[in-house]
Nanobody, 119 residues
Framework: QVQFVESGGGLVQPGGSLTLSCAAS????????MSWYHQAPGKERDLIAR????????HYFDSTKGRFTISRDNSKNTVYLQMNSLEPEDTGMYYC????????????WGQGTQVTVSS
């Protein structure tokens, strides 16, 4: 059974930092790219960062470039998202899934982790 467990969210002031974690199970983690998604309140879930199975290739989408860092630890089946210089627009739920262009397991989203950026 595929499972994603996201954690690390919280309330942070603008300019602050958070590190999100996503523990994955039920598939061969080390053989799959992983991605982070952001869902702002009332909006669709957007792909924001992705990393290949080896970690050698990483891509960020415009809103996160220069501020967020995606990484992975294949020994722990975990992908991370280091978030710096947070802005109110970063508020929302954060999810991970396998895959590079589209979620590999679209029916198996985790509960996500809530990030709120507010003063």
């Amino acid at each position: 059974q595929v499972q994603f467990v996201e954690s690390g969210g919280g309330l942070v002031q603008p300019g602050g930092s958070l590190t999100l974690s996503c523990a994955a199970s039920g598939f061969t983690f080390s053989a799959n790219a992983m991605s982070w998604y952001h869902q702002a309140p009332g909006k669709e879930r957007d792909l924001i960062a992705r990393i290949t199975h080896t970690g050698h290739s990483i891509h960020y989408f415009d809103s996160t470039k220069g501020r967020f860092t995606i990484s992975r630890d294949n020994s722990k089946n975990t992908v991370y998202l280091q978030m710096n210089s947070l802005e109110p627009e970063d508020t929302g739920m954060y999810y991970c899934n396998a895959g590079y262009n589209n979620p590999l397991f679209p029916g198996d989203w985790g509960q996500g982790t809530q990030v709120t950026v507010s003063s």
